[in-house]
Nanobody
Framework: QVQLVESGGGLVQAGDSLRLSCAAS????????MGWFRQAPGKEREFVSA????????LYADSAKGRFTISRDNAKSTVYLQMNSLKPEDTAVYYC??????????????????WGQGTQVTVSS
Protein backbone atom coordinates (compact mmCIF):
# COMPACT_ATOMS: atom_id res chain seq x y z
CA GLN A 1 0.00 0.00 0.00
CA VAL A 2 1.20 3.51 -0.77
CA GLN A 3 -0.36 6.89 -0.21
CA LEU A 4 0.23 9.71 -2.68
CA VAL A 5 -0.15 13.43 -2.05
CA GLU A 6 0.27 15.95 -4.86
CA SER A 7 1.18 19.59 -4.45
CA GLY A 8 2.38 22.53 -6.51
CA GLY A 9 -0.64 23.27 -8.65
CA GLY A 10 -2.02 26.75 -9.10
CA LEU A 11 -3.12 29.49 -11.44
CA VAL A 12 -0.51 30.73 -13.90
CA GLN A 13 -0.39 32.56 -17.20
CA ALA A 14 0.43 31.04 -20.54
CA GLY A 15 4.18 30.62 -20.91
CA ASP A 16 4.79 30.26 -17.18
CA SER A 17 6.20 27.25 -15.38
CA LEU A 18 5.07 25.08 -12.50
CA ARG A 19 6.62 22.17 -10.67
CA LEU A 20 4.30 19.54 -9.31
CA SER A 21 5.41 17.27 -6.51
CA CYS A 22 4.02 13.98 -5.32
CA ALA A 23 5.06 12.67 -1.93
CA ALA A 24 4.61 8.98 -1.30
CA SER A 25 4.34 7.14 1.99
CA UNK A 26 4.00 3.47 2.74
CA UNK A 27 5.90 0.72 1.00
CA UNK A 28 9.36 1.32 -0.49
CA UNK A 29 9.00 4.07 -3.04
CA UNK A 30 11.72 2.67 -5.27
CA UNK A 31 9.56 -0.38 -6.00
CA UNK A 32 7.06 1.68 -7.98
CA UNK A 33 6.92 3.06 -11.45
CA MET A 34 5.47 6.55 -11.02
CA GLY A 35 3.22 8.40 -13.41
CA TRP A 36 1.32 11.62 -13.95
CA PHE A 37 -2.09 11.80 -15.57
CA ARG A 38 -4.40 14.74 -16.04
CA GLN A 39 -8.10 15.29 -16.48
CA ALA A 40 -9.67 18.38 -17.96
CA PRO A 41 -13.36 19.19 -17.44
CA GLY A 42 -15.54 16.97 -19.60
CA LYS A 43 -12.61 14.90 -20.82
CA GLU A 44 -11.14 11.52 -20.06
CA ARG A 45 -8.16 11.22 -17.76
CA GLU A 46 -5.08 11.09 -19.96
CA PHE A 47 -1.48 10.04 -19.62
CA VAL A 48 1.14 12.77 -19.25
CA SER A 49 4.39 11.13 -18.19
CA ALA A 50 5.94 8.21 -16.31
CA UNK A 51 9.27 7.29 -14.83
CA UNK A 52 10.74 3.91 -14.02
CA UNK A 53 11.86 2.69 -10.65
CA UNK A 54 15.46 3.86 -10.91
CA UNK A 55 14.62 7.07 -12.74
CA UNK A 56 16.56 6.06 -15.82
CA UNK A 57 13.60 5.42 -18.08
CA UNK A 58 10.96 8.03 -18.81
CA LEU A 59 7.98 8.32 -21.12
CA TYR A 60 5.99 11.35 -22.24
CA ALA A 61 2.76 12.01 -24.03
CA ASP A 62 3.23 13.92 -27.26
CA SER A 63 1.60 16.94 -25.63
CA ALA A 64 4.27 16.96 -22.92
CA LYS A 65 7.40 16.26 -24.95
CA GLY A 66 9.86 19.12 -24.92
CA ARG A 67 7.96 21.07 -22.26
CA PHE A 68 7.54 18.74 -19.27
CA THR A 69 10.21 16.84 -17.36
CA ILE A 70 9.53 14.05 -14.92
CA SER A 71 12.02 13.13 -12.23
CA ARG A 72 12.13 11.31 -8.93
CA ASP A 73 14.09 11.33 -5.72
CA ASN A 74 13.89 7.89 -4.19
CA ALA A 75 15.58 9.07 -0.99
CA LYS A 76 12.74 11.56 -0.50
CA SER A 77 10.00 9.28 -1.87
CA THR A 78 8.94 12.05 -4.19
CA VAL A 79 8.25 12.36 -7.90
CA TYR A 80 8.21 15.68 -9.70
CA LEU A 81 6.75 17.08 -12.87
CA GLN A 82 8.41 20.23 -14.12
CA MET A 83 6.09 21.96 -16.55
CA ASN A 84 7.43 24.76 -18.73
CA SER A 85 5.85 26.89 -21.45
CA LEU A 86 2.41 26.13 -20.11
CA LYS A 87 -0.58 26.52 -22.40
CA PRO A 88 -4.27 27.03 -21.63
CA GLU A 89 -4.89 23.49 -22.89
CA ASP A 90 -2.73 22.19 -20.04
CA THR A 91 -5.47 23.24 -17.64
CA ALA A 92 -6.57 20.14 -15.75
CA VAL A 93 -6.43 18.29 -12.48
CA TYR A 94 -3.10 16.49 -12.37
CA TYR A 95 -2.92 13.11 -10.67
CA CYS A 96 0.08 11.23 -9.39
CA UNK A 97 -0.04 7.48 -9.67
CA UNK A 98 2.03 4.42 -8.77
CA UNK A 99 2.47 1.06 -10.47
CA UNK A 100 3.92 -1.78 -8.43
CA UNK A 101 4.06 -4.34 -11.24
CA UNK A 102 6.58 -4.78 -14.04
CA UNK A 103 5.80 -4.96 -17.72
CA UNK A 104 2.72 -2.74 -17.83
CA UNK A 105 2.00 -0.19 -20.51
CA UNK A 106 2.78 3.04 -18.67
CA UNK A 107 0.39 5.00 -20.88
CA UNK A 108 -2.72 3.23 -19.64
CA UNK A 109 -4.70 3.94 -16.50
CA UNK A 110 -5.12 0.24 -15.84
CA UNK A 111 -1.37 -0.13 -15.28
CA UNK A 112 -1.50 1.83 -12.05
CA UNK A 113 -2.50 0.65 -8.63
CA UNK A 114 -2.58 3.79 -6.52
CA TRP A 115 -3.73 7.33 -7.19
CA GLY A 116 -3.45 10.65 -5.42
CA GLN A 117 -6.29 13.11 -4.96
CA GLY A 118 -5.03 15.46 -7.64
CA THR A 119 -3.87 19.05 -7.84
CA GLN A 120 -5.48 21.72 -10.01
CA VAL A 121 -3.43 23.46 -12.66
CA THR A 122 -5.07 26.40 -14.40
CA VAL A 123 -3.35 28.24 -17.23
CA SER A 124 -4.87 31.53 -18.32
CA SER A 125 -4.34 32.98 -21.78
Amino acid sequence: QVQLVESGGGLVQAGDSLRLSCAASGRAFSLYTMGWFRQAPGKEREFVSAIGRSGTNTLYADSAKGRFTISRDNAKSTVYLQMNSLKPEDTAVYYCTADQRLGNDWRTRAAYDYWGQGTQVTVSS
